[in-house]
Nanobody, 119 residues
Framework: QVQLVESGGGLVQPGGSLRLSCAAS????????MGWYRQAPGKQRELVAA???????NYVDSVKGRFTISRDNAKNTVYLQMNSLKPEDTAVYYC?????????????WGQGTQVTVSS
């Protein structure tokens, strides 16, 4: 069974920074696309940033130039460096990964980590 465990959320003032991490565990052959989604209260979950196995990245327009997604394949871990945070970045952030494991290939989700940007 594959598990994704997130860490790094918290409370930060506007203009501050946070770094989210998401580590995949289990018997894993390959991790393909990895990404970060977020869901604010009353809103739909949206893709924030994604990175594929070739290290190509894409971002939602609202975070371009402020957020950076990266991955360490040796550690089965994806990161989201968030700078110049704004109150509108407040949301629960979820890690997602397309994983080929001993059981199956499929989509896996983390449990979510709260990010709150407030003074």
């Amino acid at each position: 069974q594959v598990q994704l465990v997130e860490s790094g959320g918290g409370l930060v003032q506007p203009g501050g920074s946070l770094r989210l991490s998401c580590a995949a565990s289990g018997i894993i052959f390959t991790i393909y696309d990895m990404g970060w989604y977020r869901q604010a209260p009353g809103k739909q979950r949206e893709l924030v940033a994604a990175i594929n196995s070739g290290m190509s990245t894409n971002y939602v327009d609202s975070v371009k130039g402020r957020f950076t997604i990266s991955r360490d394949n040796a550690k089965n871990t994806v990161y989201l460096q968030m700078n110049s945070l704004k109150p509108e970045d407040t949301a629960v952030y979820y890690c997602n990964a397309d994983v080929w494991s001993v059981a199956r290939r499929g989509d896996y989700w983390g449990q979510g980590t709260q990010v709150t940007v407030s003074s």
